[in-house]
């Protein structure tokens, strides 16, 4: 099973400023299958990346996705109120999907 | 419009059993791969199981394999999971998802609480 660590737990900031979060894997994510999700407080989680960097549709340019291997990150610019929720990484490269923990993105 | 609707969830004891349903819609079912996810309370979601649009090529979690039983109908549109023998920490809210490698579509959830 491949676990995916997420970093930060939660990451503190304002409207307009740009977000970083981090995903890593315990092995390598096959071609890359490595897919980010949103969850906002009673919704079901939202596609927003897949194959490591490409946008879900109706995803807008200012939110970026990179990253093979182990090493992934999802990049959120010029933070819109929408944005502050909760962000999962996603790894679908085996039979066994798992999901990181997630990253709470909470308004500073 | 893809749409997903869960059914099916309840209070039930330790131990008991429960059987959710899935019905999708605005798609073509039978072409795809359909996955069954949970999410337990303040944490993230837990893959539990998938099955492929005809039914060959069936997945589970180490947490419920030999418990859960993932099945489907094309004819009805539907997917169901069968969970026997209950334990407190299948407590959660249950989603079904369309696999569209990835996860492209999820419903609302059903909710299922494992509590005497």
């Known amino acids: 099973e491949i676990v995916l660590t997420q970093s930060p737990g939660t990451l503190s900031l304002s409207t307009g400023e740009s977000a970083t979060l981090s995903c890593r894997a315990s092995?390598?994510?096959?071609?890359?299958?490595l897919a980010w999700y949103r969850q906002r407080p009673g919704q079901s989680p939202s596609l927003l990346i897949y194959?490591?960097?490409r946008r879900a549709a109706g995803i807008p340019v200012r939110i970026s996705g990179s990253g093979s291997g182990t090493d992934f990150t999802l990049t959120i610019s010029r933070l819109e109120p929408e944005d502050f929720a909760v962000y999962y990484c996603?790894?679908?490269?085996?039979?066994?999907?798992?999901f990181g923990q997630g990253t709470r993105l909470e308004i500073k | 419009e893809v749409q997903l609707v869960e059914s099916g969830g309840g209070l039930v004891q330790p131990g008991g059993s429960l059987r959710l349903s899935c019905v999708g819609s605005?798609?073509?079912?039978?072409?795809?791969?359909m996955n069954w996810v949970r999410q337990a309370p303040g944490k993230g979601p837990e893959w539990i199981s998938s099955?492929?649009?005809?039914?060959?090529?069936?997945y589970y979690a180490d947490s419920v394999r030999g418990r859960f039983t993932i099945s489907r109908d094309n004819a009805k549109n539907s997917l169901y999971l069968q969970m026997d023998s209950l334990r407190d920490e299948d407590t959660a809210l249950y989603y079904c998802?369309?696999?569209?490698?990835?996860?492209?579509?999820w419903g609302q959830g059903t909710l299922v609480t494992v509590s005497s």
């Open positions: 092995q390598s994510v096959s071609s890359p299958y």
């Open positions: 996603q790894q679908y490269g085996s039979s066994l999907i798992t």
């Open positions: 605005g798609f073509s079912f039978s072409s795809w791969m």
């Open positions: 998802a369309r696999d569209g490698r990835p996860l492209d579509h």
């Open positions: 099955i492929d649009s005809r039914s060959i090529a069936i």
């Open positions: 194959g490591a960097s």
